[in-house]
């Protein structure tokens, strides 16, 4: 089944402890990105990766690490949590030719206290 | 500064009837737009998509027209039916050359509710 799959789905952390959450997919797809969704400000763009090696920053880079290192997965990093970063994190992935056109994965619910 | 508006948070529409979702945006470099659809606990999927070259695009029940010229854009759905009660997100991209659109702009959402 294709799929783009995170973990983990929830994590409760506190403030300063470093964590990763995990994308992969299944699809071959170039094209990789993470997001957060957060209420009355929707989903915005904190990384993209158009291929392996090749990263760059979405609209709230600030506070986050990523790397890509092998096509199928894109790790996002948080060195140093804050209780800002609490939020709703999806990874998405698509084709380099329609990149636009993005699969999603279920969501990672984050709590940083 | 929100480059992707839309303004209205929730619509309430009877089954059968047509639902309207509106979208704004403010970066005239904006070139690719989009609609996403979104589940409560699962991910947003692409719904439909209009390039800037044209003004209406069509698949089954759902239409996107875009008013480049005020910087608008809606998704008609008709007719609505239960089923399609979720969180609409409209987002739009910049060509950032060759096939790529890297960066994805969403707007903050429309809660669709269809009452049977």
């Known amino acids: 089944e294709a799929q783009v799959t995170q973990n983990p789905r929830y994590l409760i952390t506190v403030t300063g402890k470093k964590l990763t959450v995990t994308c992969s997919q299944n699809m071959n797809h170039e094209y990789m990105s993470w997001y957060r969704q957060d209420p009355g400000l929707g989903l915005r763009q904190i990384y993209y990766?158009?291929?392996?090696?090749?990263?760059d920053k979405g609209d709230v880079p600030e506070g986050y690490k990523v790397s890509r290192k092998e096509k199928r997965n894109f790790p996002l990093i948080l060195e140093s949590p804050s209780p800002n970063q609490t939020s709703l994190y999806f990874c998405?992935?698509?084709?380099?030719?329609?990149?636009?056109?993005?699969?999603f994965g279920p969501g990672t619910r984050l709590t940083v206290t | 500064d929100q480059q992707v508006k839309q303004n209205s948070p929730s619509l309430s529409v009877q089954e059968g009837r047509i639902s309207i979702l509106n979208c704004d945006y403010t970066?005239?470099?904006?070139?690719?737009f989009l609609w996403y659809k979104k589940y409560p606990a699962e991910g947003p999927t692409f719904l439909i998509s209009?390039?800037?070259?044209?003004d209406k695009n069509e698949d089954g029940r759902f239409t996107v027209f875009l008013n480049k010229s005020a910087k608008h854009l809606s998704l008609h759905i008709v007719p609505s039916q239960p089923g399609d009660s979720a969180v609409y997100f409209c987002?739009?991209?910049?060509?950032?050359?060759?096939?790529?659109?890297?960066?994805?702009?969403f707007g903050q959402g429309t809660i669709l509710t269809v009452h049977p």
């Open positions: 970066n005239s470099m904006f070139d690719y």
């Open positions: 987002a739009a991209s910049a060509y950032a050359g060759g096939t790529s659109y890297g960066k994805l702009t």
């Open positions: 998405a992935s698509a084709t380099s030719g329609r990149s636009y056109e993005q699969y």
């Open positions: 209009i390039s800037s070259i044209k």
């Open positions: 990766s158009m291929n392996v090696e090749v990263t």
